[in-house]
């Protein structure tokens, strides 16, 4: 939709679906990957797992961030036209994926072709019983989270740390040409601050033995002293801030996940883990304006 674009409109309807994409994946990797490891009996190896995927998000994110010049060059048109390639080919590597656990009606072999009368029928059940579970797991989920408040407490931790970093990112792309960093280094400056998750995710893993209040009191301490050099003006202190910020947002997020996995009932681990997403986005959707207003009079 966003190739075909021509005005507000559009945009906003290409976001609803990204939106939704992003909700309806956001879980299951993690869900696959800790089941995968579980049925092999080496979940033990979750956290580096879980390290070497942020690893590779931020690599990516900062990468991007390099191209985006070039993506201005090409046209949006063209940009957004690789994107479409990339997910194609994504979907083809997924098609190699399976659940780990198989349905039971799977094993007893394949039905005959229905006629297209059973054919549309078999489609509005499959449709309701999709709805069905979809309500299902979300009311299950609501349950869960109702007993084990301390998983709640930790999503909402490590969200509320997650949602500061990306603000503080987002408002420091902004603000460091207005200090005086000199446009041509810009994307280098992003992709350094990048670089501090990725040590943050490999950092949590020879802190093994420090408590989660420990790691949360020095990872949120460490982006407030980022929001701090935020405002000093100096572009360099800025740009530590950013690098420790984006530091802190990763090593959190590794220790978290890890502790939840261990938490959630498998048959729900996905949609749990989306909770957390949903936790983050409306933080994200508080903290957003709030932090405009601030930054602005700042």
């Not at 449709?127 to 309500?135: G, M, P, Q, T, Y």
């Not at 109702?146 to 970093?165: E, I, T, W, Y």
């Amino acid at each position: 939709m966003m190739i075909v674009s021509g005005n507000l409109w559009m945009i906003c309807i290409s976001m609803m679906f990204q939106a939704a994409s992003y909700n309806f994946s956001s879980g299951s990797g993690e869900a696959l990957a800790y089941d995968s490891l579980k049925s092999e009996e080496q979940e033990d190896r979750y956290e580096k797992y879980a390290s070497d995927q942020l690893i590779l998000y931020r690599l990516c994110g900062g990468i991007s961030t390099l191209c985006a010049g070039f993506a201005l060059f090409i046209g949006y048109q063209a940009a957004y036209g690789a994107d479409l390639l990339i997910g194609i080919a994504q979907m083809w590597v997924l098609r190699s994926l399976s659940e780990v656990r198989c349905c039971e009606h799977e094993k007893n072999g394949r039905s005959p072709q229905p006629g297209s009368a059973m054919r549309s029928r078999k489609f509005r059940t499959a449709l309701f019983a999709i709805r069905s579970e979809l309500v299902s797991c979300f009311l299950m989920s609501l349950g869960f989270m109702k007993k084990a408040k301390r998983a709640v407490l930790l999503m909402f931790c490590n969200s509320m740390v997650g949602a500061v970093d990306v603000l503080l990112l987002f408002f420091l792309q902004a603000k460091l040409p207005k200090a005086g960093m000199p446009g041509h280094v810009l994307g280098f400056t992003l992709f350094f601050m990048q670089l501090g998750g990725i040590l943050g995710a490999r950092l949590i893993l020879r802190c093994k033995k420090l408590r989660y209040r420990s790691v949360f009191a020095i990872t949120a301490s460490l982006v407030l002293c980022g929001v701090l050099a935020e405002h000093s003006g100096r572009y360099l202190l800025m740009t530590a801030g950013g690098f420790a910020a984006a530091l802190s947002d990763d090593a959190l997020q590794v220790r978290t996940n890890t502790i939840l996995q261990d938490m959630f009932p498998s048959e729900q681990r996905a949609t749990l883990i989306s909770m957390e997403s949903f936790t983050f986005s409306m933080i994200m959707i508080v903290l957003s304006p709030l932090a405009g207003v601030l930054f602005s009079h700042w």
